[in-house]
């Protein structure tokens, strides 16, 4: 019902130009994170330099998303859904920012282990981006409908990144006792694993977000005891 | 936060706009009632004639509450505001049926007298109407005429006093002999807010106290309803939401004469319950 269109028309394509920069910003973080895992699969160190440098666009898009919502701030004074969703898109635009980060570390880290990635336990990274995708995925189609009702399995999601990260320290652990002389790349790989595991919270963050812009309500409700 | 002690929303929760109360219903939702009411009002409905202005309203006024009121013109919230204090007894097709109380007092019964009715229930009004009198006479006439001064320097510490809650007294205090009319529209309006707080109300109904002023004279008045909530309940009728956002803790909701929600002024403005306060509010065609 809320579809109904502003009496201010430039409101709404304001709006609208605002919701495509997230959803530029959520289409480039999804290509840098998987663009960062196939570079460490692959060790394409070309790809992965190219994930590094297009950070730069995404802090670009973050820029303008930061001006769109200030001039919408500073000229509309956005009240009730139309405020959620500019304050939730800022935080978003500040998560995917930030989750673009993370694969520009992971793409680092993969340009200094390439030349022994095969000697190095990938499936837990493997599994992590994995789940790390399909919940940014299910979040961008979250704020593409305003509907929050999908956001609980994504938030959940985020369990079995943490439980990967916790196997994959477990197995790096192991490799640094018996092999110490390759503790350089085991400690890349550490911090591969915890970029992973970074993504994973920010996208729940995301959720948290979303969830606030759907329904005015935050995430948590603590229960009456 | 223990993970015992949360539950997520998010798996069973539905967007805001799906819980929106539909367009059609125009029973009054949100917090109606208040725990320590200055004035109730109960099934209020308003008449000009035959036309029914307002639609069987039922709110609270809390004590040092400001609550605002708030619609598109034409809603019925300054039919309602002046109900509050029987302004409307003077258009003569005006029917007013419910029941209103002060203090638990109904102030439509026949005993009230509308003249010290109208000194607990003060009004400021839209646009600053100083007698054409001197600043100091401006202030001394409520009180005089309500036998609440009897000498001269009783009045004088009325005017003082008044003029001090009404954040005006530093700026008139050398001229109090001279035309209120000679003041700045927003000193004229806080003369006005003065000349109401002179008589002791008990409640204070602004019908857009601010329409008229620039940005900082409005300002001034914003700062000074807050302070003055200490001291009075007030209701406020105004057209911009900022300022109901700003100076309010409570918002009601008008639309075509019905009361259509109301609620804490944090919860209308970031996630009010019904489609028209959202259409309204949000800037919407409904």
Redesign the interface.
């Known amino acids: 019902?809320?579809t109904?269109?502003?009496?201010?028309r430039s409101?709404d394509e304001e709006l609208d130009t605002l919701h495509q920069t997230i959803v530029a910003m959520g289409r480039l973080a999804n290509t840098q994170i998987g663009e960062a895992l196939r570079a460490l699969n692959t060790a394409d160190t070309a790809l992965a330099r190219k994930v590094v440098d297009r950070d730069e666009e995404m802090n670009a898009l973050h820029q303008t998303a930061d001006q769109q919502v200030l001039g919408m701030l500073a000229k509309r004074?956005?009240?009730?859904?139309?405020?959620?969703v500019i304050v939730a898109s800022q935080k978003i635009a500040s998560e995917l920012e930030r989750i673009a980060d993370y694969a520009a570390n992971i793409a680092g880290h993969a340009v200094r282990v390439a030349d022994s990635v095969k000697d190095l336990p990938l499936q837990h990274v493997a599994s992590m981006v994995r789940d790390a995708l399909q919940m940014l995925s299910d979040c961008m189609q979250v704020y593409d409908r305003?509907?929050?009702?999908?956001?609980?399995?994504?938030?959940?999601q985020d369990e079995n990144i943490n439980a990967a990260f916790a196997e994959l320290i477990e197995e790096l652990s192991r490799q640094m006792t018996a092999d110490a002389g390759a503790s350089q790349d085991h400690t890349a790989m550490l911090f591969i694993g915890r970029s992973c595991e970074r993504i994973g919270d920010h996208i729940k963050n995301m959720?948290e977000h979303l969830?606030y812009m759907?329904?005015?309500?935050?995430?948590?409700?603590?229960?009456c005891? | 936060m223990e993970a015992s002690q949360t539950a997520v929303n998010g798996a069973a929760s539905a967007t805001a706009s799906q819980l929106l109360v539909d367009r059609s219903h125009r029973e009054t939702i949100g917090q109606q009632f208040v725990e320590n009411p200055r004035m109730t009002c109960r099934n209020v409905d308003v008449y000009y004639g035959d036309k029914r202005a307002i639609n069987n309203v039922t709110l609270d006024i809390g004590s040092n509450e400001v609550i605002a009121m708030i619609g598109p013109s034409g809603c019925g919230k300054s039919t309602f505001l002046r109900c509050l204090n029987r302004m409307n007894d003077y258009i003569d097709i005006c029917r007013v049926e419910g029941e209103i109380r002060l203090d638990g007092q109904n102030i439509y019964s026949g005993e009230v007298d509308v003249v010290p009715l109208r000194a607990m229930i003060g009004m400021v009004f839209q646009k600053p109407n100083p007698f054409p009198k001197s600043i100091y006479d401006n202030i001394a006439y409520g009180p005089k005429i309500h036998g609440l001064v009897a000498t001269k320097s009783e009045t004088d510490e009325v005017v003082e006093t008044s003029l001090k809650k009404a954040g005006l007294w530093e700026e008139v205090k050398d001229r109090l002999d001279q035309p209120g009319t000679g003041l700045s529209g927003g000193q004229q309006q806080r003369l006005c807010i003065a000349r109401t707080i002179a008589v002791n109300p008990e409640v204070i109904l602004m019908d857009e106290p601010c329409s008229a002023l620039d940005p900082i004279a409005t300002s001034v008045i914003e700062d000074l309803i807050d302070e003055l909530r200490e001291q009075y309940t007030i209701a406020i009728v105004t057209h911009s939401m900022q300022q109901a956002s700003r100076v309010s803790q409570r918002t009601a909701y008008f639309h075509l004469g019905d009361l259509i929600e109301v609620g804490t002024t944090d919860q209308i403005f970031t996630r009010p319950g019904h489609q028209l306060t959202e259409d309204y509010i949000t800037g919407r065609f409904g």
Request: hydrophobic share 40%; glycine share 4%.
């Open positions: 019902m809320t109904a269109k502003h009496i201010v409101y004074q956005p009240l009730a859904s139309d405020l959620r305003n509907n929050a009702a999908a956001i609980g399995p994504i938030w959940q959720a969830h759907s329904t005015g309500e935050s995430f948590f409700t603590r229960e005891t």
